[in-house]
C-alpha cells in the first residue's frame, strides 16, 4: 500500500534527510572459540602462508590447525548519564590462540622474539558436517605481529600445546550464511585500529567454488547420457568457472567422451562411452574458481554390454572369363564374438550365370575363402551378396558386381587419350567442372567403336567421363585441382566392349598453375569489441594466399572512425605506408603480415571515437606476383563495436561537444547548478542542464503498512537491469551523527517498472522503525556507482 498524503507539521518533524554521504562506527564485544569434535574446524594462514602448518585438509594444505583462542574489544562510551552521555575510542585485545606444537613453532618464536611485522593473517572457521566444507566465520588481520608465546610442557597430552598472541593494525570480521549448501549472505565488519577509522574490507581469502550432487547412472554401450548439475562461487562469476574431469577407467569412458555444456551456473555434461566398450567408470567432475581454488563430485557410470553385428570387408568388383572358377579372400571381424562362431551366407542376383550353390565359403578364421564357379559356358554379370551372422545379428550385406566374359571375344587391347593439351595431358587449377580435358578411343579388333568407358580411379573425383558418346575425359571437381597440392594427378580408364571384356589404363594429367586470389579470415581468438578512449590490437585476422611460392602481397586496413597503426619497427619496416591514419597499408609476404597481426602488432584506436558500430574494411591485393592471370583481391568488411558503461552513454548523449570536460560531464559535475550532481540525475532520469528538473527528484511519504505509519522516500530510478552497475541504498538515522549502514535498517517497501518499456521504475524505501517508535527519524539515500575495469 502506498500513501503520499500532504505533509503535516509532525510529519515535517520526522522528515527524512537524503544525501550521500557516508559515516560509519564499528562496535563489537568479545568473542572466545574451542574447537568442537563434531562439526567445525579451525585453520590459522600467516604472512601470505609463507610460515607453514601441518594441516591436511584439502582446500587448507599446509594451514595451521586451531585448538582454541580467545579475542574482544571494548568501548569506553557511557550512557547512564542521559544527555550527557558519550562514547570513546574502543580498545582491541590481541588474538590469542591454543594450537598444537607443530612446523610453524619455530618460526612464530622467532617471530616473536625479533618482532618481525607480518603482512597478514587469516583465521577461519570451516564447519564439516555437510557433503562439502564450508566456511562460516573468518578473521582476516593486517599488519600482524606475534606479541606472545608461551608452551604448555605437561606429559599428559598427545602433544604439546602453546599459546600464540597476535597484535594487528586492521582487521575485517566476516559471517557466512547458506541455503543447501549455497551462499545467501556474507555480513562482515572492518576496523583500522591505529586511525580509528573503517577499515579496507579485506578478506584475504577465496571461498571455494560449490558443485551440486551428481547420481550414479547406467547407459547402455555405444550410446550416450546427457546430465545436469549446477556450480556457484562467491567471488568468481558462475560463467567463468572453469571444469575438469577425469575417468578411472578410460577403456570405458575415456576423457574425449567427457564433453561439458551449459552456461552460467547451470552446466551440464555428456557422457560418450568407448566405442563398443562396456563396465564402469568412475567420473570425477573438478569446478575450479579464477584463484585455483576447487571441489569436485565423483559418481560412476556403468555401461552395460550390447551385441554388436559381425562385419564384411569390402569387395572390389571381379571379372573373370567363362569356365573359370574364381578364388577371393574374404575378410571378417566381430568385435564381441569368437570369429570361429560367425557364419557366411552368399546369394546370386542371376542364377542363370552362377546359382548360390555354385558359391562356396571354406574356413573358420578372420579370413575366409570363397569359390565362384558360374554355370558352363555362362557368361553375363550378376550382384553377389555376402552376409555374416554371430547367433544373433545380421551384419551389413556386402554386395559386388560379378562378370563372366565370354572367351569368344578378345576384348580391347588399348586405350588412347588425346587432347588440345597434347602429350602429356594438361588441366588449369580450379578449372570448371565439364571442361575438356581429352577423348577416348580404344583398339579392339572385336569392336573397335563401341567401347565403354568409365573411370576406376578418378584421382578423387576431379575427373569424369561424358561428351560425345560418353567418350571424352572432363574435369569433375575442378575445385580439387589445386597445383600448391598436387601438379598432376594419375587415373586409370576401363574400356568394356559389347561382350563385357575390358581393359583398363593409366594416364597422368599435368595441373597448370594460374594465379589464385588471396584469402582473408578471422579466426575463433577474433574479438571487435573495444572500449573507448584506448588503442587495443586488432586479434584474430589472417591474410593468405593459395599461390607458391610465397610472394610479397599488398593489405589496405581501413576503418570509417578512429585510427590504425601497425608495428613497422621489425619484419615490416620499410613496407608499411599510411600509419596512424584511418587507412594503413602494407606489402610483404602473407606470412611475415599474419606474424605482426598475431603478435599484437595491428592497433586499433578508439581515441576521440564515438561509441556505436563502425566498419572496417580489409583488401588484399596479390599484385600478380603469384602466378599467371594478372592481380586478383580480396575484400572483407567487419564490424568494429565501441562500448561504454550505460552511464558513458549517457554522457555522450547529453554533452556530445563536452566529451574531454570532467567539469561538466564527471559523476560529480553539477553543470546546471542545481545542487544535483550528473551520476543522481543520470539515475532518477532528471535533466544534467535544468536547473529546475533535479529539484524534488524525492518524496517524503508516510507508508502505511496494515495500518502502521512508516518514514519513507519515494522516487524514479533507472532499472536495475539497464544498468546493473548502479546501486541506490537507504540509511536510517535516530540522531543526527549515527547514520547507520545495516541493511535491515531500511527496506523497500515498493518497486515496480513504470513506462511501457520497463527501463524505469519507482521506488520507495521505508524506515524499518514505525513513526511511533521514535521522537525523530531520518533518511538519505546513498548512490553508489561501479566503475569497470
Do not use: C
Not at 348 to 355: A, D, M, R
Not at 478 to 494: A, C, P, R, W
Not at 737 to 762: C, F, H, K, M, V
Request: charged content about 15%.
Amino acid at each position: 500500500m502506498r500513501n503520499s498524503a500532504i505533509e503535516s507539521p509532525r510529519q515535517a518533524q520526522a522528515r527524512g534527510i537524503i544525501g550521500w554521504s557516508l559515516l560509519s562506527l564499528l562496535l563489537a564485544t568479545p568473542w572466545l572459540f574451542i574447537k568442537s569434535d563434531a562439526a567445525v574446524e579451525m585453520f590459522l594462514k600467516l604472512d601470505e602462508g609463507r610460515i607453514k602448518g601441518e594441516s591436511q585438509s584439502k582446500d587448507h594444505q599446509d594451514e595451521i590447525d586451531i585448538l582454541a583462542g580467545n579475542w574482544g574489544l571494548a568501548q569506553s562510551g557511557t550512557t547512564h548519564f542521559g544527555n550527557n552521555s558519550s562514547y570513546g575510542e574502543p580498545s582491541f585485545q590481541d588474538l590469542t590462540l591454543v594450537k598444537y606444537t607443530d612446523l610453524a613453532t619455530p618460526e612464530l618464536i622467532r617471530t616473536a622474539i625479533t618482532g618481525e611485522h607480518m603482512s597478514d593473517a587469516r583465521l577461519i572457521f570451516v564447519t564439516s558436517g555437510l557433503k562439502q566444507d564450508l566456511p562460516i566465520l573468518s578473521m582476516y588481520m593486517q599488519d600482524v605481529i606475534v606479541t606472545k608465546h608461551e608452551m604448555g610442557l605437561s606429559g599428559g597430552e598427545d602433544k604439546p600445546t602453546e599459546k600464540v598472541s597476535l597484535n594487528f593494525a586492521e582487521f575485517t570480521f566476516k559471517t557466512f550464511s547458506y541455503e543447501e549448501g549455497s551462499p545467501t549472505d556474507e555480513p562482515f565488519a572492518s576496523w583500522n585500529i591505529p586511525q580509528n577509522t573503517e577499515g579496507s574490507g579485506e578478506t584475504g581469502s577465496n571461498a571455494i567454488p560449490t558443485i551440486s550432487f551428481i547420481s550414479n547412472y547406467s547407459i547402455v554401450e555405444d550410446s550416450s547420457r546427457t546430465i545436469s548439475f549446477t556450480v556457484s562461487d562467491n567471488e568468481t562469476p558462475n560463467g567463468s568457472l572453469a571444469l575438469l574431469r577425469s575417468t578411472s577407467n578410460p577403456f570405458v569412458v575415456p576423457l574425449s567422451g567427457i564433453s561439458f555444456g551449459g552456461s552460467g551456473g547451470n552446466r551440464t555434461v555428456i557422457i560418450t562411452p568407448a566405442p563398443n566398450a562396456s563396465g564402469s567408470a568412475s567420473i570425477a567432475i573438478t569446478v575450479r574458481d579464477s584463484e585455483g581454488a576447487t571441489s569436485s563430485r565423483t559418481f560412476t557410470v556403468s555401461v552395460s554390454a550390447t551385441n554388436d553385428a559381425p562385419s564384411i570387408a569390402t569387395l572390389a568388383d571381379q571379372v573373370m572369363n567363362q569356365d573359370e572358377v574364381l578364388e577371393l579372400p574374404i575378410a571378417i571381424a566381430d568385435i564381441d564374438t569368437a570369429i570361429e562362431s560367425v557364419t557366411l551366407t552368399a546369394t546370386s542376383s542371376n542364377t542363370s550365370l552362377i546359382t548360390n550353390a555354385g558359391i562356396t565359403i571354406s574356413g573358420t578364421g578372420a579370413t575366409r575363402q570363397m569359390s565362384l564357379a558360374p554355370l558352363a559356358d555362362a557368361s553375363g554379370s550378376s550382384i553377389i551378396s555376402l552376409t555374416a551372422n554371430d547367433g544373433s545379428a545380421d551384419s551389413t550385406p556386402v554386395t559386388f558386381n560379378l562378370t563372366v566374359n565370354a572367351i569368344t571375344n578378345t576384348g580391347p587391347s588399348d586405350i588412347q587419350l588425346t587432347g588440345p593439351g597434347g602429350i602429356p595431358l594438361q588441366v588449369d587449377e580450379n578449372s570448371a567442372t565439364h571442361i575438356l580435358v581429352g577423348s577416348l578411343s580404344v583398339t579392339d579388333p572385336d569392336d573397335d567403336n563401341n567401347a565403354t568407358y568409365t573411370l576406376v580411379d578418378s584421382a578423387g573425383g576431379r575427373f569424369q567421363i561424358g561428351g560425345t558418346n560418353q567418350s571424352q575425359l572432363l574435369v569433375g571437381e575442378g575445385t580439387l585441382l589445386d597445383y600448391e597440392t598436387d601438379s598432376s594427378h594419375s587415373i586409370t580408364v576401363q574400356a568394356t566392349d559389347s561382350a563385357e571384356n575390358s581393359f583398363q589404363k593409366v594416364f597422368s594429367i599435368v595441373v597448370n598453375n594460374v594465379n589464385e586470389a588471396p584469402v582473408i579470415t578471422t579466426t575463433e581468438e577474433a574479438s571487435f569489441t573495444f572500449a573507448p578512449e584506448v588503442s587495443t590490437p586488432l586479434f584474430g585476422l589472417v591474410v593468405n594466399d593459395p599461390d607458391l611460392p610465397a610472394a610479397a602481397i599488398s593489405v589496405t586496413f581501413t576503418v570509417a572512425e578512429g585510427s590504425l597503426s601497425i608495428d613497422e619497427t621489425g619484419p615490416l619496416s620499410g613496407s608499411v605506408t599510411h600509419n596512424n591514419s584511418s587507412a594503413v597499408s602494407v606489402t610483404a609476404i602473407p606470412s611475415t603480415i599474419n606474424a605482426v597481426v598475431d603478435g599484437g602488432g595491428l592497433l586499433y584506436s578508439t581515441v576521440g571515437t564515438p561509441l556505436g558500430t563502425h566498419q572496417l574494411t580489409i583488401l588484399a591485393n596479390d599484385l600478380g606476383n603469384t602466378g599467371p592471370g594478372g592481380e586478383l583481391t580480396d575484400t572483407i568488411n567487419l564490424n568494429l563495436e565501441v562500448q561504454g558503461t550505460p552511464f558513458q552513454q549517457w554522457q555522450q548523449d547529453w554533452f556530445p561537444e563536452e566529451l574531454d570536460d570532467e567539469n561538466v560531464i564527471g559523476p560529480l559535475a553539477d553543470p546546471d547548478g542545481d545542487t544535483v550532481p550528473n551520476l543522481i540525475e543520470y539515475a532518477v532520469g532528471t535533466s544534467p542542464t535544468d536547473a529546475t528538473s533535479g529539484l524534488g527528484f524525492a518524496q517524503y511519504v508516510e507508508y502505511d503498512l496494515e495500518g502502521t505509519l512508516y518514514p519513507a522516500v519515494k522516487f524514479q530510478r533507472i532499472s536495475p537491469s539497464r544498468d546493473p552497475l548502479l546501486s541506490i541504498t537507504g540509511e536510517l538515522a535516530t540522531d543526527n551523527l549515527n547514520w547507520g549502514t545495516n541493511p535491515e535498517d531500511t527496506l523497500i517497501a515498493d518497486d515496480y517498472p513504470i513506462g511501457e518499456d520497463g527501463s524505469r521504475r519507482e521506488v520507495i524505501i521505508r524506515s524499518s522503525l514505525p513513526i511511533s517508535a521514535t521522537d525523530r527519524q531520518m533518511l538519505r539515500l546513498r548512490f553508489s556507482f561501479l566503475v569497470p575495469q
